[in-house]
């Protein structure tokens, strides 16, 4: 079904939008590939341009969404028609590794051609693949034990402040 133009948009023109979405923190790199290939097929399939695609990776949430405290946060900057978001929100609705969704009209009445994409092959590549947590990662440096015993290094000893000068350990009483 065709949706027709806006009498306030100018003709040749789209509109600029910011779509962020967030996913499951379980979901895997397959996963968010899944999703991300649905939204570029829609996005593209009804005439939009993708001008940007990033992950922003996992992040603590502000709150509990869906029982999850965690999710995998995904930007897209794009220009297109209204009939375009109203589709990618019907769909990610629908996706069960979404848990919440919000687009954004940045600009309007903007020249396709005027606008550069940074988008490239390995683009979506790398939209796909979620870093490694930065809180689990410190938990799990604490969690680890160390390598050394400090029992018997008295010779390492340093007072403050004299740093490059070895000096006698303190004499326990």
């Known amino acids: 079904m065709a949706r027709l133009e806006s009498l306030r948009d100018a003709p040749g023109t789209s509109r600029e939008y910011e779509t962020v979405y967030i996913l499951r ?3 895997a790199n397959d996963g968010v590939a899944e999703v991300n290939t649905k939204v570029k097929g829609i996005i ?9 695609v990033d992950n922003w990776g996992k992040r603590r949430l502000a709150y509990e969404v869906s029982k999850e405290r965690k999710g995998i946060y995904l930007y897209w ?3 297109a028609s209204p009939g375009v978001v109203e589709e ?12 919440r969704y919000m ?8 020249v396709a051609d005027a606008r550069p ?3 490239d092959e390995g683009t979506y590549e790398r939209a796909a693949a979620t870093a490694a947590d930065e809180e689990d990662m410190f938990l799990s440096r604490g969690a680890e034990e160390p390598t050394g015993s400090d029992e018997g290094d ?5 007072a ?14």
């Open 25 to 27: 923190p379980n979901t």
């Open 44 to 52: 593209e399939g009804l005439g939009g341009k993708v001008l940007k």
């Open 77 to 79: 900057r794009y220009l």
């Open 88 to 99: 990618t929100e019907r769909n990610l609705r629908m996706l069960d590794h979404v848990i």
């Open 103 to 110: 687009t954004v009209k940045v600009d309007e009445n903007v």
């Open 117 to 119: 994409t940074e988008v």
């Open 154 to 158: 008295e010779d390492d000893y340093v």
């Open 160 to 173: 403050p402040g004299f740093e490059d000068e070895p000096v006698e350990p303190p004499k326990e009483n």
